[in-house]
């Protein structure tokens, strides 16, 4: 259950483009899991990887959703060759997905699989899986956020994971979290039906962590700081 230990700076996030405002209001529960758009849970293992993981999620259901296979992706190829990150020690999503989008694309996991450890790269543009052009961050507004989520696709989130070791299940509440970002993950799905309303998260921790590798989120009070750093690549 690693966490990152060390962000790059984040002063070029000042000139990302965002999506659009949706015009459509999302149903009143929502989940990708069951419409095919995620791959299954992932373990990131003893490295501080998740921002590579994250990346390659929503990589992963962003191609899937633009009309190809569901392919499975490599985020050692992440670790190893984006340099404007931290490899094992941290990084963003979005400068993840930036590497992927001029490198001309990310190999199978099948074809560079994880280590768990930083690494040489070894990209491979003949092993590449899946492509994507750029990148776009979602406002800081949850209901929007719901929204573009049942519209779009699972989403790249960044959080405050400082507690979570300790969750088995049930709904996180807002005041059970801290506000330092250290962890990043896929936002899935929400339901809004429920006694206290949350958000469905997937983690990359293995599915014994955790409600089979997802955890809970208390919608609407920017629980772990879920709605800070919400972004999503583009096919």
């Known amino acids: 259950m690693y966490l990152m230990k060390n962000l790059p700076p984040r002063d ?9 405002e949706p015009t ?7 989940d990708w899991r069951t419409k095919g758009g995620v791959t299954g849970v992932k373990n990131q293992g003893q490295c501080g990887s998740c921002w590579a993981f994250s990346a390659t999620e929503n990589i ?11 392919p499975t992706l490599s985020p050692q190829q992440i670790v190893d060759c984006d ?5 094992c020690g941290g990084g963003w999503p979005y400068r993840a997905m930036n590497y992927v989008a001029h490198a ?3 190999d199978s996991e099948q074809s560079y699989p994880y280590e768990a450890r930083n ?9 590449v899986a899946a492509k994507i052009k750029s990148y776009k961050a979602i406002p800081k507004n949850e209901q929007n956020i719901r929204d573009s989520l049942a519209t ?24 059970q979290c801290g506000r330092s970002t250290d962890h990043c993950v896929q936002l899935v799905g929400y339901d809004t039906t429920a006694s ?14 955790g409600i089979q590798g997802y955890i809970q989120l208390e919608m609407y009070k920017d629980t772990c700081a879920m709605a800070d750093n919400v972004i999503t690549a583009v096919a």
Request: proline share 6%; charged share 15%; with cysteine.
């Open 12 to 20: 070029d996030l000042e000139t990302v483009e965002y999506i659009e």
């Open 24 to 30: 459509v209001r999302g149903p009143a529960t929502f």
């Open 60 to 70: 992963e259901s962003v191609y899937h959703l633009a009309g190809h296979p569901m």
């Open 83 to 87: 340099k404007d990150c931290y490899g």
């Open 104 to 106: 001309g694309g990310q």
């Open 119 to 127: 690494g040489a790269c070894r990209y491979k543009p003949a092993s």
């Open 152 to 175: 779009i696709s699972p989403f790249s989130i960044c959080v405050d994971a400082s507690h979570w070791s300790s969750y088995r299940g049930g709904v996180m509440r807002s005041t």
């Open 196 to 209: 206290v309303p949350y958000w469905i998260v997937r983690n990359s921790w293995g599915t014994g962590w």
